[in-house]
T-cell receptor, first 114, second 112 residues
Framework: DAGVIQSPRHEVTEMGQEVTLRCKPI?????LFWYRQTMMRGLELLIY????????DSGMPEDRFSAKMPNASFSTLKIQPSEPRDSAVYFC????????????FGEGSWLTVV | SQQGEEDPQALSIQEGENATMNCSYK?????LQWYRQNSGRGLVHLIL?????REKHSGRLRVTLDTSKKSSSLLITASRAADTASYFC????????????FGAGTILRVKS
């Protein structure tokens, strides 16, 4: 299996622009997670889906952030408009079943907003 | 707020020595996991220990869990330069324990 695939790997954008991050989970996994990692705040869970349905979005920082999962093999995290403080590494991860199971991370999307 | 907190924040040892990292958490858990992150990469699962287990081994890794103290430790024996990475503990949270909450991590440097 190719693992969790994220794109783009690196993105530099100007403040105010829309950013879309993409994720393809491992085939057959029914949970998908979006995490954000920064030096100051560490790894934060933004949102997670079960069977394409958002279950908990309490970690989404504000209305500028939105996430969708239109089907079992694709998810997006959108930031509109982007701000410099959104600069971070965004990880997508997926897992099979629920509590007690390993989650598998993608390599991350490194976002810099200037 | 983060559920797990690792200690120490950074650790530097010589190759061949053992490395011990600790994790404390606040609420009751079903299981605790340890992950590793190499620089510039995603996190990789190392080991999972359930709340009814006290110790678990996997190769050079040994994990202990003390639910009465709400703490866990990860021991890497006979460390190698390739073990240089950040190590995170993660605890299950949420109504059904579906989501993992990660600690701040321990940066381990193994000098050759």
């Amino acid at each position: 299996d190719a693992g969790v695939i994220q794109s783009p790997r690196h993105e530099v954008t100007e403040m105010g622009q829309e950013v879309t991050l993409r994720c393809k989970p491992i085939s057959g996994h029914d949970y998908l997670f979006w995490y954000r990692q920064t030096m100051m705040r560490g790894l934060e869970l933004l949102i997670y889906f079960n069977n394409n349905v958002p279950i908990d979005d309490s970690g989404m920082p504000e209305d500028r952030f939105s996430a969708k999962m239109p089907n079992a093999s694709f998810s997006t995290l959108k930031i509109q408009p982007s701000e410099p403080r959104d600069s971070a590494v965004y990880f997508c991860a997926s897992s099979l079943y629920s509590s007690g199971n390993t989650i598998y991370f993608g390599e991350g999307s490194w976002l810099t907003v200037v | 707020s983060q559920q797990g907190e690792e200690d120490p924040q950074a650790l530097s040892i010589q190759e061949g020595e053992n490395a011990t990292m600790n994790c404390s958490y606040k609420t009751s858990i079903n299981n605790l996991q340890w992950y590793r992150q190499n620089s510039g990469r995603g996190l990789v699962h190392l080991i999972l220990i359930r709340s009814n287990e006290r110790e678990k081994h996997s190769g050079r890794l040994r994990v202990t869990l003390d639910t009465s103290k709400k703490s866990s430790s990860l021991l890497i024996t006979a460390s190698r330069a390739a073990d240089t990475a950040s190590y995170f503990c993660a605890t299950d949270a949420g109504e059904y324990g579906n989501k993992l909450v990660f600690g701040a991590g321990t940066i381990l440097r193994v000098k050759s």
